[in-house]
């Protein structure tokens, strides 16, 4: 993982980047060098967190990216982190000198990240789509600019003791088909997709595309040709009674729309 840009004012480009060793292990380090190759800064995600009564050590950084989220006209860096294959995420705010700034817990993985003005107030809010462990359900979390360090709603073995509720704008929960959930293990959220600054789009790994207006009132559901595909597949093999056709596509609409949880 790396990106090249200038991340302080000073006229120079720095390099972000995040190593991954020889067996591909990644380290859960962020390093800053200068245009010299000098290392200007060093953020670990190592820490271990406690959920329920057993503690998750979070070494896995699976991206990171350079914005104004403060809108202070300074870049802060943000770093999506994980516990390996288990699942507690973080997204964690640096300011440009890699000092942690904030962050937020999900119990589950973050997949993607993107942002949006949703309120049209000036400042960008944090979208972040993955998958609630607890709830069994792909999420989309939005968060203010400013928010505070805290965790998603969790109850039981997946609350951790050591934070605060996070205060979200929206944290939503979705829905998925016969065919989502047995080719994919909770038919989590993929990707986020903007379109025009107007429409949200949230992409499962199945390919159903929930697509929201910023208010992030459901505007339509929409299927694309992967899921297509996977509905063929099963039609052939036996586990669906139907083709893929219109009626089952207006079908699959009705059973999803009233399940997408707020």
């Given at each position: 993982l790396i990106m090249i840009r200038d991340i302080d004012p000073d006229s120079h480009k720095e390099v972000l980047f995040s190593p991954i060793t020889v067996i591909q292990k990644k380290t859960?380090?962020?390093?800053?060098?200068?245009?010299?190759?000098?290392?200007?800064?060093?953020?670990?995600?190592?820490?271990?967190i406690i959920f329920g009564q057993k503690s998750y050590n979070v070494d896995f950084i699976?991206?990171?990216?350079?914005?104004?989220?403060?809108?202070?006209?300074?870049?802060?860096?943000?770093?999506?982190?994980?516990a390996g294959f288990m699942f507690p995420s973080q997204a964690v705010i640096l300011d440009h000198k890699g000092k942690p700034l904030k962050e937020y817990w999900n119990s589950g993985r973050i997949n993607d990240f993107s942002f949006?003005?949703?309120?049209?107030?000036?400042?960008?809010?944090?979208?972040?789509?993955?998958?609630?462990?607890?709830?069994d359900k792909g999420c989309?979390?939005?968060?203010?600019?400013?928010?505070?360090?805290?965790?998603s709603p969790q109850t039981g073995y997946y609350k951790s003791p050591e934070l605060k509720q996070g205060i979200e704008k929206y944290y939503?929960?979705?829905?998925?088909?016969?065919?989502?959930?047995?080719?994919?293990?909770?038919d989590p959220l993929a990707r986020i997709h903007i379109m025009d600054e107007e429409t949200i789009i949230a992409e499962s790994y199945s390919g159903i595309y929930f697509e929201f207006d910023l208010d992030f009132k459901l505007k339509e559901i929409r299927f694309s040709d992967l899921y297509e595909n996977l509905h063929s597949k099963a039609y052939q093999e036996g586990w669906?009674?139907?083709?893929f056709s219109p009626q089952v596509m207006s079908e699959l609409k009705s059973e999803l729309?009233?399940?997408?949880?707020?």
């Open positions: 859960g380090q962020l390093f800053c060098l200068s245009d010299k190759g000098e290392v200007k800064w060093m953020f670990n995600t190592k820490q271990e699976r991206g990171f990216t350079l914005t104004d989220i403060l809108g202070d006209e300074s870049p802060e860096v943000m770093v999506i982190a994980e949006c003005d949703v309120d049209k107030d000036g400042q960008k809010e944090i979208l972040l789509a993955g998958r609630n462990n607890e709830y989309l979390i939005v968060l203010e600019s400013d928010f505070q360090t805290g965790g939503i929960l979705f829905p998925t088909t016969k065919v989502g959930s047995e080719n994919f293990v909770r669906v009674n139907e083709e729309m009233p399940k997408v949880l707020y």
